[in-house]
C-alpha cells in the first residue's frame, strides 16, 4: 500500500510512502490460530490469510519505505525498522514499486519487530551487490542494544561462520535533535515517546563482548528453574501451587520505555509504537497550539528547534484494539489522537 505527502522543503513533488508492514511483533497470521484442533472457535481472521481475497490481512511488522525528494530533485530511499519480517516484506515490496538502493535506514527503538532484520541488509551489500554500505540512524540506547545482541553487526571480529556480514556506517541521533541524511537535503526531527515501561528495577548489567568471551547465557542458565517453571524478580524457586508471587514495589515510579518517532521534512510525522506522547513532545510537534498538561509541568523540550508545526496532507491512524493496552494506542487514544492533530493539517480531515 502506497500513500503520497508533498515535501515542502525541496520541490513540489510528493513523498511516496509505502507501508512494508502494519502488524504487532507477533505479526499475523498466528500459527496457533491456523494449526487450531478441530472443534476449536475458528479465528476468520487468520483463516482468511489462506485464501486470496485475504491476502490483505497478512499483517508484517510495522515498517515503511519512504522515496523523499532530496538535492537536484533526486530520490532518497528511506526505510523506517527493520523487524523480524523486512525480509519477506521487501521481497514483495521492493520490485513492485521500483525500490533498490536504500540510503538510510531508521530505527524508532532496540525491540525484535524494529531491528532483528538489520542482518538481512547484508543483501544489499554483500560484495557490495547494491551499494557498499548502509547508512544506520539510531539511538545511543539502541545501538548498546545491537552491540549487545548482534556484536558481529557493529564489529567484524565477533563474525563467524562464513564471515558474510552487512556493511554498516551508524549514526547516533538524539532526541529532538534534527539531522541530515549524509548531504542530500533529506532532514529529519526525531522525538520520544512512551512505549510502554521498563519492568526491570534497574539499568542490565553492561556487558561488552569479545571474540574471547562467550554470551552471560551460553556460560549459566538464562534462569535458575527449568523450563516452564513460573520465574519472577527475586524468586530462586519455582512457586509452589496456591503460592503469591513477589509483587512490584508500587513506591517506585513506572519508568516508560522510549521509542523514536520522526518528522521527515516537515511534510510528514511517523510515531508507530506509542502508549503515550508526553505534553512536551505535543509542543514539539505543534508550538502553535495551547498546552494541555494532563498534570505535567508543561515543559517546553524544544532544544532550540523552532518554527511553525509541520503542515500535513494526509493521515493515516491505527489503533490495536478495542481495550487500553500498556504499549500501544487503542480505539479511544486514537480518537483523542485524531481531535489533537485536526490542526496540521492543509485540507480538513475527514470525520
Same mark, same amino acid.
Given at each position: ?8 522543503? +525541496?520541490?513540489?513533488? !510528493? ?31 487468520? #483463516? ?20 523523499? !525528494? ?11 525498522? &527493520? ?34 532484520? #538489520? ?30 545482541? $548482534? ?25 529532538? &535533535? /534534527? $539531522? ?9 526531527? *526525531?522525538?520520544? &515517546? ?14 561488552? *563482548?569479545? *571474540? ?14 527449568? !523450563?516452564?517453571? !513460573? &520465574? ?20 517506585? /515510579?513506572? +519508568? ?11 511534510? @510528514?510525522?511517523?510515531?508507530?509504537? @506509542? ?8 509542543? $514539539?510537534? #505543534? ?22 508545526? /509541520? ?41
Amino acid at each position: 500500500m502506497a500513500t503520497n505527502a508533498t515535501s515542502h522543503n +525541496q520541490s513540489d513533488d !510528493p513523498v511516496e510512502l509505502i507501508f512494508l508492514g502494519t502488524g504487532t511483533s507477533s505479526s499475523l497470521p498466528h500459527v496457533d490460530c491456523l494449526t487450531a484442533p478441530p472443534g476449536a472457535k475458528p479465528c476468520r481472521t487468520c #483463516l482468511s490469510t489462506l485464501k486470496p481475497e485475504g491476502k490483505k490481512n497478512i499483517r508484517r511488522n510495522t515498517s515503511v519505505a519512504m522515496r523523499i !525528494p532530496g538535492k537536484d530533485g533526486k530520490k532518497i530511499t528511506v526505510i523506517i525498522d &527493520v523487524g523480524k519480517s523486512f525480509q519477506a516484506a521487501a521481497v514483495e515490496w521492493f520490485p513492485k514499486y521500483g525500490l533498490r538502493r536504500i540510503d538510510a535506514v531508521l530505527i524508532t527503538h532496540a525491540h525484535a519487530d524494529a531491528m532483528n532484520g #538489520l542482518d538481512d541488509l547484508r543483501g544489499w551489500t554483500l560484495r557490495s551487490s547494491i551499494q557498499s554500505h548502509v547508512d544506520l540512524y539510531v539511538s545511543q540506547a539502541t545501538f548498546k542494544e545491537v552491540q549487545r545482541a $548482534f556484536p558481529y553487526l557493529v564489529a567484524k571480529e565477533y563474525a563467524s561462520g562464513g564471515g558474510d556480514v552487512p556493511e554498516f556506517k551508524w549514526h547516533i541521533i538524539e532526541d529532538r &535533535v /534534527p $539531522f541530515e541524511i549524509e548531504d542530500t537535503g533529506v532532514f529529519i526531527k *526525531p522525538f520520544s &515517546v512512551h512505549h510502554g515501561r521498563i519492568f526491570s528495577t534497574a539499568p542490565p548489567v553492561e556487558f561488552m *563482548p569479545s *571474540p574471547w568471551s562467550g554470551s552471560p547465557t551460553s556460560t549459566t542458565a538464562s534462569t535458575p528453574n527449568p !523450563p516452564g517453571s !513460573p &520465574v519472577h524478580p527475586g524468586c530462586h524457586t519455582p512457586l509452589q501451587p496456591g503460592a503469591l508471587a513477589p509483587t512490584t514495589d508500587l513506591t517506585k /515510579p513506572i +519508568q516508560p520505555y522510549l521509542c523514536f518517532g520522526f518528522v521527515i521534512q516537515e511534510s @510528514v510525522v511517523y510515531i508507530s509504537d @506509542v502508549s503515550r506522547i508526553p505534553e512536551d513532545v505535543w509542543n $514539539f510537534l #505543534l508550538p502553535n497550539t495551547p498546552t494541555i498538561t494532563h498534570g505535567t509541568n508543561g515543559t517546553n523540550g524544544l532544544n532550540g528547534v523552532n518554527g511553525p508545526p /509541520p503542515m500535513l496532507d494526509d493521515s493515516t491512524l491505527s489503533g490495536l484494539t478495542l481495550l487500553a493496552l500498556d504499549t500501544r494506542f487503542h480505539t479511544k487514544s486514537m480518537s483523542y489522537l485524531e481531535k489533537r492533530l485536526r490542526g496540521s493539517f492543509r485540507r480538513p480531515m475527514p470525520s
